[in-house]
């Protein structure tokens, strides 16, 4: 069973920057798109970013030119930098792993709170 642990969340000011960090156990890491998504309490999860298993990535518009998705093989993590954060940032975010020919794996979420 694929287990995947976020890590990195916490509170910051408006404009500073965290990196969050997804591990995910298992071997099957390196050929799957791998992805960032979020949620606030009434609202859908959105998707943030993904990055393919050649490394292609692609961005929410609200979230362009601010964070950048990249994902590490060799260690089995994917990593969401995020800067110039707002406080419309503030959410869950949680780790996905997707799964084409069947149901995706999600980690637990991690909180990121933008003050303002």
């Known amino acids: 069973q694929v287990q995947l642990v976020e890590s990195g969340g916490g509170l910051v000011q408006a404009g500073g920057s965290l990196r969050l960090s997804c591990v995910v156990s298992?071997?099957?890491?390196?050929?799957?798109?791998m992805a960032w998504y979020r949620q606030v309490p009434g609202k859908q999860r959105e998707l943030v970013a993904s990055?393919?298993?050649?490394?292609?990535?692609d961005y929410a518009d609200s979230i362009k030119d601010r964070f950048t998705i990249f994902r590490d093989n060799a260690k089995n993590t994917v990593f969401l930098q995020m800067d110039s954060l707002k406080p419309e940032d503030t959410a869950v975010y949680y780790c996905?792993?997707?799964?084409?020919?069947?149901?995706?794996?999600w980690g637990q979420g991690t909180q990121v709170t933008v003050s303002s």
């Open positions: 990055v393919t298993s050649d490394s292609s990535a």
């Open positions: 298992g071997s099957v890491f390196r050929i799957h798109t």
């Open positions: 996905n792993l997707h799964r084409p020919l069947g149901r995706d794996d």
